[in-house]
């Protein structure tokens, strides 16, 4: 169960990125942007997320909407993750999942009949007046990044 809505504030966050540098939601104040939430780098599922964003990112940049992936990852994970797949994205380290939470995206799971805390993979576009403007819970990667480029470029023209 989401926790957020559209219509809802972004929470705030402060989080590293992959090169350690702190990114924060007063930073993309008048700027909408995009969150995607992800399990883990360097699985199958991530790096294809994460190399559809990157695909995209000039598309979104055109469009002024930075892309930002966020999971539980340290930063330096991050930043290997980036290097090895030549990603553009940055990438936010929420380590205390204190923005996971938020977004209500660290939940319970199972897998082969065991349970544990993960990250359920949600996007959400943000507007500029800091309100998140849609969010997407239990995302399947196949045409994804190309749904949010969508829909941002929906928003944009309408505002």
Known sequence: MM????????????????????????????????????????????????????????????????????????????????????????????EEKSLLGAFGVWVEKSMYGRRYMGVERTTALVGSDGKIVRLWPKVKVPGHAEEVLEAARQFACAT
């Open 3 to 94: 926790a957020l809505a559209a219509g809802d504030p972004c929470p705030e966050f402060r989080l590293p990125d992959e090169r350690g540098e702190i990114v924060s939601r007063d930073d993309l104040k008048g700027t909408s942007f995009v969150l995607y939430f992800y399990p883990k780098d360097d699985t199958s599922g991530c790096t294809a997320e994460a190399l559809d964003f990157s695909r995209l990112k000039g598309e979104f940049d055109s469009l002024g909407v930075p892309v930002l992936g966020v999971s539980p990852d340290t930063a330096k994970k991050h930043g290997k993750f980036k290097d090895k797949h030549d990603l553009t994205v940055r990438l936010l380290s929420d």
